[in-house]
């Protein structure tokens, strides 16, 4: 991926892309602002949700292993992946350990973060997204461009186009004269998963909560596919990062209203599915969690930066973002798009890509985000914070900035040369470009003209009529 800047350029000269995101996020923000302002404590729920993270993860060692046990007590199985490769080779061994070539998942930020399905694929497994804006994409050999809706840069005509020509190769082929109806599409989608949901043998989700006290695991959806994934099959594999844990049920309380209000602007979600362990007369017979880090514990490190880890994955952030709203959330290069991208992934992958030394620059701080956030991230404050970081790092951009600013240091220094370069300036101005060259200054004249330099240098003019 290119880095920010050159990658939302191009998303920018989309008009399609820009008018589908306009519209979505428009209606997302506008719906949740009136299921917010029903609730007089929101501000009370916001703080709580923000204490009850914060305290969490500075005790996040004794939950997690409290949360082990519980598991474990109740009949399941706990693995710990330090990265990505550790987590997808325990997940591939898992299922091939079942003998099945087949897995019907449900929607999981964790598994598009690892790359699960890719590895799968790879090793001879099919993995078969089952929710209705990840089979879109699957289908379309597309990537998720929101948290909430991964394809809401596609409108009905493109669906429709994508069922038509793509549903058969997965499976279960579109129904003759499909329309663009949302009836019509969401039916065939229905038709084309309920075949794959009776015949899977093993369902991989995440979950959008653990509760240490008794190891349960939440999902919470609104279509039905993951409540289908996670009692159908007869192995579940859950791939959660280690921050997702609560410690009790009564923390538990607190998001389950403010993350449907602002996620769907539902007053509670249409499907909240919880287990523990396994059971005999009801769900899967074996059940595997897997525990994620993936470059958590470097976030947890850092006492600003480690407020993005309290995000419970809601995507107000990003429907009030002006960058994200005309750029799209392909431009960011992660799974995690938008102001909580941008804070989020520099910090589990590092700042040594170009991409993700841009993420910390892809906004322009007017604070929406934090204002919209139900755990209270200050997003702007981590922003401006990453932002030192990459520069202390010495980024492409920033060691020419400083090499810039060393020149400019001496110059100033040295009077002298001062002056003849002053001169020489206005004596050439009649050769100067009206834009800058190169990567450093290019950007910033783009858009503007440069000033024109005047006949002769102020100090030449002193001197001659102050002296």
Known sequence: MPAFPEAARAAVGDTRLRANLRHATHTIRDKRARAVAELADWEQLRRAGKEIKDRTLRHLDEHLLQLEERVTAAGGTVHWASDAAEANRIVTDL?????????VKVKSMATQEIGLNEHLAAEGIAAYETDLAELIVQLGDDRPSHILVPAIHRNRAEIRDIFRERMGRWGRPAPEGLGDAPAELAEAARLHLR??????????????????ETGTLVVVESEGNGRMCLTLPETLISVVGVEKVV??????????QTLPRSSTAERMNPYTSMWTGTSEDDGPSAFHLVLLDNGRTDALADEIGRQALRCIRCSACLNVCPVYERAGGHAYGSVY??????????????????????????SSLCGACYEVCPVAI?????????RERVAVEGGKGHR???AAIRAASWLLDHPAALTAGERAASATRALHPKRLPGPGAGPWSAHRDLPELPAEPFRDWWKRNRS
């Open 95 to 103: 299922v091939r350990a079942t003998g099945e070539t087949e897995v």
């Open 378 to 386: 200050d997003i702007p404050e981590v922003l401006v914070h990453l």
């Open 400 to 402: 020419l900035e400083r």
């Open 337 to 362: 798009p938008g102001p909580i991208g941008a804070i989020l992934t520099p910090q589990l992958r590092g700042t040594v890509r170009e991409i993700d030394a841009s993420l910390p620059y892809a």
């Open 247 to 256: 410690p009790t049920w009564r923390d538990l309380e607190v998001f389950l």
């Open 195 to 212: 075949e794959k949901f009776l015949r899977a043998r093993v369902g991989i989700s995440g979950a959008n909560f653990m509760v240490a």
